[in-house]
């Protein structure tokens, strides 16, 4: 069975984000590393591979620079292939144009029996991208699923939902979203690390796709202004020392609460 | 760009339309003055509180049989529209139908999609939505260009949802069409998790544990003190990834968004994520050991304290009272 795996490449979510003062867009210049939010979709590829015997995890990234290093965590996880779609023209993509290129990246590798992305990125959070890759392949697709088991060529997908989950069964070639926690992702040991250096990496531009790079000019968006949220200000902050449950109680008893 | 005509993504839970459902047609009522409401599902049992809320006509699958709906409402959408009835503005909740549906419709309407919104205006650069970024300190305005029809989604809580008084709107049933095997996904069973009380984001008071709390045990501190306070518990992402507490717990961009007159953090830091679901609580109580935590920023009272000395007390205190 082999899957590709969606992965994005962010900037380190430890460091504050900011927006680029010509487009109020984040940036995202600079070294950009494996969304966590896809590191768990990895992991899911990587155990669905090892129970069923064989096969082999892919990963494809779009990024408009040509950053490497999130994809080369993945590697070095275990994943043995990777494509990204690097090119100038495709910054300030939309959720659309970014599913089409990776839709046309999943094609390039030979398609898949599983594709995986994760629900949502930390950095964009549209939580469209893996729904709209299935559109574009044409295919069924699991959104938010929690618990994934593939059976012969029947998937079994434990999907979240508001009030607990649903058990959903789908055939195979098919889209899944993973949500957090499903797996816990390892770290790539030393010997991962040292091998993602030489394994093969591709790196292509939206017109080796033959997708119609659709940056800034026509993502069929365009931010008209950015401004300051009216600020929640902070209260009061007390130590405790051991009576603090008190000012509760009293805070409480003013709001009539108790 | 004039709005006309807009549909609204509407949904049901227990028989009744869902208060998101109802947020959203106020606002479209403001917008345009065609609105119709746009169900998968029967529309038998919520077509009157559709129409009281502003649709004047409501497009109805039937029972979707085990289909997922985002991939089925989608189709339906798309045929609707390709018989002749375009609406200029679809309005969907930022949840996961509305969020799988709009991301199908995308990609069948070649359309652009903005998400995790919080307003909506009809202006001289056409139809700008309204995103919070960076934990809600920074609001993002963006226009549509191009043609409509405009995807767009929105927070839960966005909007006041208020009655107009409208009448029954007509109900005209629209089938799925045949999904080939994009359908092949099919519902086998549900699971759905019991739970007593007040609904996590309906509850005046709301108490969240977070990893400060240690281990999963010690969550029924945050149950006993909701259950003296008639709250509802709920919780950071972190401790339902662990596996402490279920997914309808969670508080945050990717769960629940609530405003409750009294939030109480306990041993959550404030990460952005969690901050753009509660921010708008009334007062915000946050007992965290770190004094850097960021939670400390929002709240009206912080306890520099260890949760484990803090909340037995409380509730000891509160216990005697009653
Ligand atoms: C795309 C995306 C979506 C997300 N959506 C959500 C969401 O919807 N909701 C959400 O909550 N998070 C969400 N997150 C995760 C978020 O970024 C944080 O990781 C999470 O909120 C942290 O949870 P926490 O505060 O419980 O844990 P931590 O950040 O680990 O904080 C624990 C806190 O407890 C304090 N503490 C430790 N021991 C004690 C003690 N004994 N007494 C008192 N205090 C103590 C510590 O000082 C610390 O501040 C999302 C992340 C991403 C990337
Ligand atoms: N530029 C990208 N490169 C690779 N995968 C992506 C990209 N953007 C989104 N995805 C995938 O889609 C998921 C959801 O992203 P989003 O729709 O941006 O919230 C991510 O977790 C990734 O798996």
Redesign the pocket.
């Known amino acids: 069975m082999n899957i590709v795996v969606c992965v994005k490449q962010i900037p380190d ?1 430890a460091s504050p984000g900011a927006l680029d003062a010509s487009t109020n867009a984040l940036k995202r210049d600079g070294k950009l590393i494996l ?3 896809d590191a768990y979709g990895v992991e899911m590829a990587l155990q669905l591979v090892a129970s069923a015997g064989s096969g082999e995890v892919f990963v494809v990234s779009m990024a408009p620079n040509g950053e490497t290093s999130g994809m080369r965590t993945a590697l070095a996880m275990g994943a043995v292939k990777g494509l990204l779609v690097s090119d100038p023209a495709l910054a300030g993509s939309d959720a659309l144009t970014t599913a089409k290129v990776l839709a046309a990246a999943v094609t390039k590798l030979g398609g898949a029996d599983l594709i995986i992305a ?6 964009g ?1 549209t939580g469209t991208v893996p729904e709209q890759i299935a559109e574009c392949l044409g295919l069924p697709s699991v959104t938010f699923a929690k618990k994934v088991k593939v059976d012969g060529q029947v998937l079994k997908v434990d999907r979240q939902s508001e009030t607990g989950y649903d058990e959903v069964e789908c055939s195979l070639p098919a889209v899944i979203s993973v949500t ?1 926690g499903v797996v816990e992702p390892r770290y790539p040991s030393f010997k991962g690390i040292m091998d993602a250096k030489k394994k093969p990496l591709d790196v292509v531009t939206a017109g080796d796709l033959a997708v119609t790079p659709a940056g800034w000019a026509a993502a069929g968006q365009k931010i008209v202004s950015v401004t300051q949220a009216e600020a929640r200000k902070a209260g009061t902050v007390i130590e405790d020392d051991g009576e603090a449950f008190g000012k509760i109680v009293a805070f409480l008893e003013n709001l009539k609460l108790i | 760009m004039a709005i006309n005509n807009i549909w609204v993504f509407a949904q049901a839970s227990g028989g009744v339309a869902t208060t998101g459902t109802l947020e959203l047609l106020t606002k479209a009522r403001s917008l345009a003055g065609k609105v119709t409401a746009f169900v998968g599902g029967d529309a038998g049992a919520i077509a009157a509180s559709l129409g009281e809320h502003g649709a004047t006509k409501v497009y109805a699958t039937g029972d979707l049989a085990g289909k997922l709906p985002g991939v089925a409402l989608a189709a339906a959408m798309k045929s609707v529209i390709d018989s002749g009835d375009s609406p200029d503005v679809i309005m969907f909740p930022q949840n996961y139908e509305g969020r799988d549906t709009m991301a199908r419709l995308s990609v069948k309407l070649n359309r652009t999609v903005l998400t995790n919104n919080i307003d909506i205006a009809d202006t001289a650069d056409g139809v700008v939505a309204t995103t919070p970024i960076f934990g809600g300190n920074v609001l993002v305005a963006t226009a549509f260009s191009g043609q409509g029809p405009h995807l767009v989604s929105f927070r839960p809580k966005s909007f006041a949802a208020e009655s107009s008084g409208g009448a029954a709107p007509e109900v005209v049933a629209v089938a799925v069409p045949d999904l080939g095997k994009q359908g092949a996904a099919k519902v086998v069973a549900t699971h759905s998790e019991k739970s007593s009380g007040p609904k996590l984001d309906e509850a005046a008071v709301v108490v ?7 281990e999963a045990g010690n969550y029924t501190l945050i149950e006993d003190l909701a259950k003296l306070l008639k709250g509802a518990p709920g ?7 662990a596996g402490w507490v279920p997914y309808s717990y ?7 968004v609530v405003k409750p007159s009294v939030y109480i ?10 901050m ?2 509660m921010k708008g609580s009334k007062n915000i109580i946050a ?4 004094k ?4 400390f920023g929002i709240a009206d009272l912080g306890i520099v ?6 909340l037995p007390k409380l509730i000891e205190a509160l216990k005697a009272r009653s």
């Open positions: 979510p969304d966590e939010s994760g629900t949502e990125s930390s950095d959070y957090a | 969240s544990g977070g990893r400060g709390l240690g919780a950071s992402r972190a401790i339902v990834d969670q508080v945050g961009q990717t769960g629940k953090a306990a041993g959550i830091s404030g990460a952005t994520q969690h753009v679901g007992i965290n050991k770190d850097e935590a960021p939670i304290g260890d949760v484990h000395k803090v």
